[in-house]
């Protein structure tokens, strides 16, 4: 789908679920919306699907309320199941084109790279934005692939407006607030952050002061 203005608008800031020993998942997201972010992924990896679609049926109506997108990491047919706005496909999930099939051109799908190569497969199997990491390590992510920092950034930035590539690309991994002005400065969109607005002492004040480190 074309992504409209105020989805493109969302996107620049975008929070991925995470749980900790103070908050669940549900608790994550809703200091997120808080805190004005208007993005949310539900991404539960070790959690069942039944446990992800009652988390995700009691968000959905949270977000609807604050006029917040509302993607399902990896679980494509929940977002079918709860009228979710997208899914996010991991390197190992269903492949995009295949999603696309399924939930047609109404949803978002997003995809995740960590090399040019990932970029280009994902642009050809139609993806609407792309999630891109890690900028540094991070403990919410298993499997982690390898490091990117700012030069990593920058180089697949230039690679893609080398190629005509014209895709929301958001930079993930272990991203903090000092490092947003740097980060947004290499040609990425936008972030997604998780853990640093929960290790934070007051996630919707944190969450606050990266809305306006983005100038949102």
């Not at 999930?93 to 997003?110: H, N, S, T, V, Y």
């Not at 920092?149 to 230039?158: I, K, Q, S, W």
């Not at 690309?169 to 990425?188: E, H, K, N, S, W």
Request: hydrophobic share 40%; net charge negative; charged share 25%.
């Amino acid at each position: 789908m074309k992504l409209s203005a105020d989805i493109l608008e969302a996107s620049r800031l975008q929070f991925i679920t995470h749980f900790t020993e103070k908050y669940s998942y549900t608790d994550s997201a809703m200091m997120a919306l808080e805190g004005g972010c208007r993005w949310i992924q539900l991404r539960m990896k070790d959690a069942d699907e039944e446990e992800i679609e009652k988390t995700a049926l009691q968000l959905l109506p949270e977000c609807r309320k604050r006029g917040a997108v509302f993607i399902i990491d990896d679980h494509v047919e929940l977002v079918q199941r709860t009228g979710a706005d997208g899914v996010h496909l991991g390197k190992n999930d269903m492949p995009a084109d295949e999603a696309r099939k399924i939930l047609g051109e109404d949803f978002i799908i997003g995809g995740t790279a960590n090399t040019f190569e990932d970029i280009c497969r994902l642009a050809g199997q139609g993806v609407d934005y792309i999630g891109c990491g890690p900028f540094r390590f991070t403990t919410t992510k298993k499997n982690l692939a390898p490091v990117l920092g700012l030069d990593g950034y920058r180089r697949l930035t230039a690679l893609m407006r080398e190629k005509g590539i014209d895709l929301p690309i958001v930079a993930i991994g272990g991203i903090g607030f000092d490092d947003i002005p740097r980060i947004l400065q290499t040609g990425v969109s936008g972030i997604a952050l998780s853990g640093s607005v929960l290790r934070a002492e007051d996630p919707v004040a944190e969450m606050k002061r990266i809305l306006a480190g983005t100038g949102r």
